[in-house]
């Protein structure tokens, strides 16, 4: 089992750039897949990024793509989301979760483990 704590989140203003990390328990970090989700109000969780549990590859979704960089370091049992170029519509609670699938899950109902989300607030 592991525990994730998000920091980082904040208010910031279009175009800017905010830099989350989580902080995961356990000394099996590097044997997990990590993703980060974002909701907005009214609106389902969505999948941002993930990053693979063995050979750090990444995936992300259409949304960041060019814009966020989703980065993991095993030693420090940290995973961060860099967003660059922030927009309006970026603004939401974002999340991240771990997972012991393989490649890249996408789907909220691939991970198990979730952080409690820190909130992102993009002033246009």
């Known amino acids: 089992q592991v525990q994730l704590v998000e920091s980082g989140g904040g208010l910031v203003q279009t175009g800017g750039s905010l830099r989350l990390s989580c902080a995961a328990s356990?000394?099996?970090?590097?044997?997990?897949?990590m993703g980060w989700f974002r909701q907005a109000p009214g609106k389902e969780r969505e999948f941002v990024a993930a990053?693979?549990?063995?050979?750090?590859?990444?995936y992300y979704a259409d949304s960041g793509k060019g814009r966020f960089t989703i980065s993991r370091d095993n030693a420090k049992n940290t995973v961060y989301l860099q967003m660059n170029s922030l927009k309006p519509e970026d603004t939401a609670v974002y999340y991240c979760?771990?997972?012991?699938?393989?490649?890249?899950?996408?789907?909220?109902?691939?991970?198990?483990?979730w952080g409690q989300g820190t909130q992102v607030t993009v002033s246009s």
């Open positions: 356990g000394r099996t970090f590097s044997s997990y897949a």
């Open positions: 990053i693979s549990r063995s050979d750090g590859n990444t």
């Open positions: 979760a771990a997972s012991h699938n393989y490649g890249f899950p996408t789907r909220p109902d691939d991970y198990p483990y």
